[in-house]
């Protein structure tokens, strides 16, 4: 409302650069009066009260520096100076001392609280390749908009609201359209028509994987670490994502994703497994086929619990098919 009064009065829209200069100055203007008020004012009278004799009843005499060779000369002055020397070393020096040790170790791994770091600047470079950024920048840069990035960035985000609710199927940036095969698919082991299979979208990547890019907590292991952890864990959500859609995504499929070796896809997954128990939802482990099935032994277990093969499937993320035909089998 500021900035459109000022608009009317000069009968001329103002720049960017003088719109932001003159939010500036409002935006100071509290914070001057106060200052001015309750802090530099009372310096410069008491300053100038200094060179004078005066009570606050009396007539104000000015007696130039007699005050402070007075001062000199008190013995209480030198005490209350010693004084409050101490107790600025000790309360000043020692506590931000001792403040700033106890913050590092409460911030070592391990500790009382894990203080949240500030983003590396390749976090930086990732977070902004994303269309909320890209508009914003348009509407400030080639749009003509001169109401300030905070305003243009809240009318992008209530923008892009209202088009993923009015359209639902619209894919959103950073998405990929796949066909998987159909979890449920019937027939052949092997062989695949195009009724077999149906398309799932999967996230490129999610903020908690790029946090295992730029994680400062690998320390110098960090590209022989990081690289690793960020690839498994795209490759099981990839096929958990696949499965709760209806489908199932094969190792090779993971390679095209990927650009890596199905060798390597398959070697980081067997890890996974390893290492958590879970079994990852891929063809292979669905569809029981291939050779890196490997836990036949665990639905045989399973079975001889005697739950039903519909619970067997759910906690293997089998194919109720594959269970019954390995209980059949046994």
Same mark, same amino acid.
């Given at each position: 409302m500021i900035n459109a009064l000022v608009m009317r009065l000069r *009968? $001329? &829209?103002? /720049? =960017?650069r003088q719109q932001e200069g003159v939010d500036f100055? =409002? %935006?100071?203007? &509290?914070? %001057?009066i106060g200052f001015i008020t309750f802090t530099g004012g009372p310096v410069l009278v008491s300053l100038g009260m200094s060179f004078t004799n005066w009570t606050g009843l009396t007539t104000v005499e000015f007696i130039g520096l007699k005050n402070f060779s007075t001062l000199l000369t008190d013995d209480l002055f030198w005490v209350s100076l010693k004084n409050t020397f101490y107790y600025s070393f000790g309360a000043v020096t020692l506590g931000t001392t001792g403040a700033l040790i106890a913050a590092m170790l409460m911030n070592q791994k391990g500790g009382l609280v894990e203080m949240n770091t500030p983003p590396s600047y390749e976090q930086k470079r990732i977070n902004k390749r994303n269309l909320p950024d890209l508009l914003v920048h348009k509407f400030l840069t080639e749009y003509g908009y001169d109401h300030g990035p905070v305003i243009a960035r809240a009318i992008v985000d209530d /923008?892009?609201?209202?088009?993923e609710a009015c359209? &639902?199927?619209? +894919? &959103?940036?950073q998405t990929i359209i796949w066909l998987a095969v159909r979890r449920d698919k $019937? *027939?052949?082991r092997k062989g695949l028509t195009s009724g077999d299979l149906l398309p799932v979208r999967l996230a490129v990547t999610t903020e908690a994987e790029v946090k295992l890019l730029t994680d400062p907590a690998l320390g110098n292991d960090h590209r022989r670490r990081a690289r690793p952890a960020f690839n498994q864990a795209r490759f099981v959500r990839w096929c958990h994502e696949a499965y709760q859609q209806g489908g199932v995504l094969t190792h090779l499929v993971l390679s095209l994703l990927s650009g890596l070796s199905t060798g390597y896809t398959s070697r980081i997954l067997r890890q996974y497994e390893a290492e958590t128990g879970e079994i990852v939802p891929t063809r292979g482990t669905v569809h029981d086929i291939g050779p %890196? +099935?490997?836990?036949? %032994?665990e639905v045989i277990r399973r079975w001889l619990r005697h739950p039903s093969s519909a619970q067997i499937a759910r906690a293997l993320n089998h194919s109720q098919d594959a269970v019954d035909r390995l209980n059949s089998e046994l």
């Open positions: *009968g $001329r &829209p103002l /720049s =960017i100055y =409002i %935006a100071i203007l &509290p914070w %001057a /923008s892009l609201l209202t088009l359209y &639902p199927d619209r +894919v &959103p940036p $019937r *027939g052949q %890196a +099935v490997t836990h036949k %032994a």
